[in-house]
């Protein structure tokens, strides 16, 4: 059975309801992911407080997508400066645009790649949900990294970006006129390579460039080992 076969959101779901089922407890401080696949972990974790399976949750959002879907849900909410939160988190489960084999990430496609990564390095552990079109042989050439830019710096950052051989393209938007603005009021280039990059290099390297505020490569901090656990929604045999 291939992904044409079963409903992609159905496997988007599996993949989101068994990260919850396997990682979250009650009383945890979670960061919560945005995008098509984690917004099923955050309903699934609603449901559970909901129906009395969880309680204690204290959660983080990655996004006002996010946090819109968590007050459906009644996910009490908090920011990492909270004091209930103290600024580390136990577990953040988040979706994923690329995921290669040593599980290190693309991410930003949704454009809240910023606090995504702010939450995701101030956790002590890291889950992943994604379908299987997200697995890829190298990062950075198939989809595209994405790099938030203060707007007063959107040509030299440009400029420098094309030196290190990306090809860029301003982000636009889709339902208004202009570029797409994201919740911290800053711009996205999208980059992409002709030869597949060094992932850890890069990231660092990017975030060097005056301007650049975040970049979407997710491989974790380099004081210490963050690699996510990936759960993986597959058509013909789910995670």
Not at 30 to 55: C, E, N
Request: include cysteine.
């Amino acid at each position: 059975m291939n992904m044409d076969a079963m409903d992609q959101a159905a496997v988007k779901e599996m993949a989101g309801r068994a990260a919850v089922e396997a990682l979250v407890r009650s009383g945890m401080k979670l960061g919560l992911g945005t995008g098509s696949t984690a917004v099923f972990a955050v309903r699934h974790i609603g449901d559970l407080l909901a129906r009395g399976k969880l309680s204690g949750i204290r959660a983080v959002p990655t996004s006002f997508q996010t946090a819109i879907e968590c007050e459906k849900w009644d996910i009490p909410l908090f920011t990492l400066n909270s004091r209930e939160i103290g600024g580390t988190l136990d577990l953040t489960i988040d979706g994923a645009d690329e995921v290669d084999p040593q599980n290190r990430l693309v991410k930003g496609g949704g454009g809240a790649l910023l606090l995504e990564k702010i939450v995701a390095y101030a956790s002590a552990s890291y889950a992943i949900v994604v379908d299987e079109s997200k697995l890829v042989k190298a990062l950075g050439v198939k989809f595209p990294v994405p790099v938030e830019v203060i707007p007063g710096a959107r040509i030299p950052v440009t400029l420098a970006l094309e030196k290190l051989g990306a090809q860029v393209t301003l982000r636009e938007a889709v339902r208004k006129a202009g570029p797409v603005i994201t919740d911290h009021g800053n711009l996205l280039l999208d980059i992409r390579f002709a030869i597949p990059p060094d992932p850890r290099a890069l990231e660092a390297e990017l975030n060097r460039i005056p301007g650049v505020v975040e970049n979407g490569f997710f491989t974790g901090p380099h004081d210490r080992s963050l690699l996510p656990r990936i759960f993986v929604g597959r058509a013909d045999n789910p995670v």
